[in-house]
């Protein structure tokens, strides 16, 4: 069924662990995250980001149309999430596509423009019912340094800022820079562990990794321990998904027919998200 991301993420919270959130593409992807759900027994957030919705010609409808269509089908409680998200108008469209949450991404503007857009997006999501995290980017706050995306390599989140930063916005999760950064395609990442225990103690709202395709499994054990309540992986899925696909072809170059190797390619994909999200069960 289709349930919202607050209440998977609140429930979550609630007992110490995590939900993990998965970026969907194409249909296929939707059809793995929630074959991979229904495999581990556990709820997942479908999440679509807004360089998908580029890829779909700036259409949002056709996507997440389809993919609400498949969370309701599923067996699994699964999220519908619109991630990444830049342009006000894809935000204000989210309420018209059966989202329950967006994560509005404004951490490339200096902290002052981004505590001041996402306010009024967070003001948006609560006059629509919609959950809204954020992002905080810049850290430290020299003048006259260009500004970084808190998932930039070394970039790292100031817990007194962000507390600052989630009481200011009020926005109702918060995705901080502990050492993870997005489309890694190897697990080699490692987290600052203690910064994640300084920023759960300082910050009132879950909080949220990004890039966790390229951390290893007992680094997001460790982290969610200390306190990450979402854990978003996109990289992984593709890595597994196109990995079947590359050996399929390099086996056969005779089959036209994309069912053929998306179905095989299809079930590697709901392996990854069945493996991630065992990681996270109780
Ligand atoms: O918001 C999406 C995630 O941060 C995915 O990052 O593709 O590096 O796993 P990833
Ligand atoms: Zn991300």
């Not at 957030?45 to 997440?64: D, K, M, T, Y």
């Not at 990442?189 to 910064?195: E, F, G």
């Amino acid at each position: 069924p289709l349930v919202s991301t607050a209440e998977l993420v609140s429930a979550a919270t609630a007992e110490n662990r995590a939900t993990a959130a998965f970026n969907v593409i194409t249909l296929e992807h939707a059809e793995a995250i929630a074959a991979g759900a229904e495999q581990a027994g556990t709820p997942a957030i479908l999440q679509i980001s807004e360089n998908a919705v580029r890829f779909h010609g700036g259409r949002l409808s056709a996507i997440a149309a389809a993919t609400a269509a498949v969370a309701r089908a599923s067996t699994a409680p699964l999220a519908l999430h619109l991630d990444h998200v830049v342009s006000l108008d894809l935000l204000h469209a989210a309420a018209d596509e059966g989202f329950g949450s967006v994560m509005f991404d404004a951490s490339k503007l200096p902290y002052q423009e981004n505590v001041r857009v996402t306010a009024e997006a967070v003001a948006w999501g609560r006059a629509h019912g919609i959950w809204i995290e954020a992002e905080l980017g810049r850290v430290g706050g020299k003048e006259g340094e260009a500004p970084l995306g808190a998932h930039t390599p070394g970039v790292r989140t100031d817990p007194a800022e962000a507390a600052a930063y989630a009481e200011a916005t009020g926005v109702d999760a918060l995705a901080v820079a502990v050492g993870s950064s997005h489309a890694m395609t190897e697990r080699t990442a490692s987290l600052d562990h203690a910064l994640i225990a300084r920023l759960r103690r300082s910050v009132p709202v879950p909080l949220v990794l990004h890039g966790s395709s390229g951390v290893p499994d007992a680094e997001i054990r460790a982290a969610v321990a200390a306190g990450m309540a979402k854990i978003n992986v996109g990289t992984a899925l593709n890595t597994a998904f196109t990995g079947s696909v590359r050996e399929f072809l390099a086996a056969d170059g005779r089959s036209v027919d994309p069912r053929k190797y998306l179905a095989p390619a299809r079930t590697a994909m709901a392996g990854t998200v069945a493996d991630f999200l065992g990681l996270l069960r109780p």
